[in-house]
Every structure is written in structure tokens, then in C-alpha cells.
């Protein structure tokens, strides 16, 4: 069995914490001799080291399935980058407007520093803000001179505070092709190329491992969790996900501040 759980509102509590229970859970499967694999649409470097640490987790997936990576080596396996052309018509929608331009490349978050002084304005949630804080890293100069400095490109996300912006770039962004467009927070959107989702991820590392997608066991709360719950044998909404993340479930669990992914596979792994 392989269980693949989204961290924000999903593994994690509303203050960006394990609780206790979710831990007991990853001693549980590792003892059961099973995997646990984080799917998220975090950079690499901003998932939790007691996640990437832990014996039970061999890979991990990152920025919405655009990069699974085997955690012994720290090296990406599977890859499904934006790159350079794509990033660059996207940047260009951002132009003139008063919104974040968020780039995940090589298993970071990079920031623009005139944006990044500012997250206290996109960011209502402390702790999100924290964690938004604590993952990027500032850049001085022209975006697209930085972007040259990066090899891989793994997607975007924009974050707004006027809904003018928000309807003017969900209309610009379908001119980009092969592009999968999600979100995780509601005044974002995460663009990634089409193949990167956390369902192909999901998809792509059983098949590597020789594991039927039936033993698949996948959590999450929200819209970008939808192609991971529909791809997994079981497919589990958190109690606290969107109503539509919940209607595609198999299954509904406690929620992320009780830790309702780690009961339920509790009581998986003792049936």
C-alpha cells in the first residue's frame, strides 16, 4: 500500500504543524512496511524535514506534480517543467498589474523583492503569510533576466487582491498552451504544464515502483488535489476540503486540525 497525502489543509493543521496523530501514522506505515509519499504543490525545499526525514517517505512530489523527487538522493526522477517560453508569456499577463509573480524552480520559490516586501497585502492568514515568508527568496533586477539563471522552471502561481486581476489573467492564461491551471488558496492560481498534476505524479511514480494505482490511498482538501483523488484507488477529502474535492472522494475523513488523514489510515492499516 502507498499513501499520498497534500500537506496544506490537508497533513498539516491550520498552524502549518503535523499533529501527533499524522506522525504516529507515518511510524505505522513504515512499521507496516508500506510508503508515504508528500504531494504537494510546495517547492521541494519547503516541505517539512520531519516529512522528508522520516523512513516512510522515499520520494516525495512537488510544485503540483511537476518534479517527483527520490528522497535518498535528493535527485528529481520525473520531471514535467513550465520552462523558459511559457514562464516568460506569463510574466508578460503580469505586467501592469498588482499581483505576486511567484516562480518554483529547482526545488525553490523565487520572489521578486518589491512583491516580496508587500505578501502582508495577498496573505490575510498569518500563518500562510509566515510560510509564504519563510519559503521564498527575494531577487533584485529584472524578472526575466533572473529566470535565465534558473534550469528548471516548474510552474507559477499569481496571488491578487483585486478581482479585476484575478478574471483578466484567467483569460489571458488560455492563450498558453499545454498549461494546467489549479488552485490551493482562493485569491491564487498555480499554472503548471498540463502533465504536471498531482494525479500524473501520483500515476506516473506507481507505475515506476511497480504498484497498482488500486493500493493507492490519496488525501487532500482541495481543487489541486482533485486529479490525485481521482487517480488513487481510494480517494480521501479531508472533513474541512471544498465541496467539490469532496464529491470526488471515495471517502470523507476527520479534519486537518484532528488529524483525519492519520486516523484513517490507522484504521486501514488495521483491517
Not at 14 to 28: Q, T
Not at 197 to 222: M, Q, Y
Amino acid at each position: 500500500m502507498i499513501f499520498f497525502s497534500d500537506l496544506d489543509g490537508t497533513f498539516l493543521t491550520s498552524r502549518k504543524e503535523i499533529p501527533e496523530g499524522n506522525l504516529a501514522a507515518l511510524d505505522a506505515i513504515y512499521e507496516a512496511g508500506a510508503q508515504f509519499v508528500p504531494c504537494t504543490g510546495r517547492s521541494l525545499a519547503a516541505i517539512p524535514k520531519a516529512l522528508l526525514e522520516h523512513p516512510a517517505a522515499r520520494y516525495a512530489v512537488s510544485a503540483n506534480g511537476a518534479a517527483v523527487t527520490d528522497l535518498s538522493t535528493g535527485k528529481a526522477i520525473h520531471r514535467c517543467d513550465l520552462g523558459h517560453e511559457r514562464t516568460r508569456t506569463l510574466l508578460r499577463f503580469a505586467d501592469g498589474r498588482d499581483v505576486t509573480f511567484d516562480l518554483f524552480a529547482d526545488g525553490r520559490v523565487f520572489e521578486h523583492r518589491k512583491t516580496y516586501d508587500r505578501l502582508a497585502e495577498f496573505a490575510d492568514d498569518p500563518y500562510q503569510l509566515e510560510l509564504m515568508r519563510s519559503i521564498r527568496t527575494p531577487f533584485d533586477g529584472e524578472t526575466e533576466a533572473f529566470m535565465t539563471t534558473l534550469e528548471h522552471i516548474e510552474r507559477i502561481s499569481y496571488f491578487w487582491y483585486d478581482p479585476a486581476d484575478c478574471a483578466a489573467l484567467l483569460e489571458a492564461v488560455q492563450q498558453v498552451p499545454d498549461i494546467s491551471v489549479v488552485r490551493s488558496v482562493s485569491n491564487s492560481i498555480e499554472i503548471s504544464d498540463a502533465r504536471a498534476t498531482k494525479g500524473e505524479a501520483l500515476s506516473w511514480l506507481c507505475s515506476h515502483l511497480g504498484i497498482s494505482r488500486a493500493d493507492a490511498v490519496a488525501f487532500g482538501d482541495n481543487i489541486n488535489d482533485i486529479p490525485m483523488i481521482e487517480a488513487a484507488g481510494t480517494g480521501v477529502a479531508v472533513a474541512n476540503a471544498e465541496d467539490e474535492t469532496k464529491s470526488a472522494a471515495d471517502a470523507v475523513c476527520g479534519a486537518n486540525n484532528n488529524a483525519g488523514v492519520g486516523t484513517f489510515i490507522m484504521q486501514l492499516l488495521a483491517e
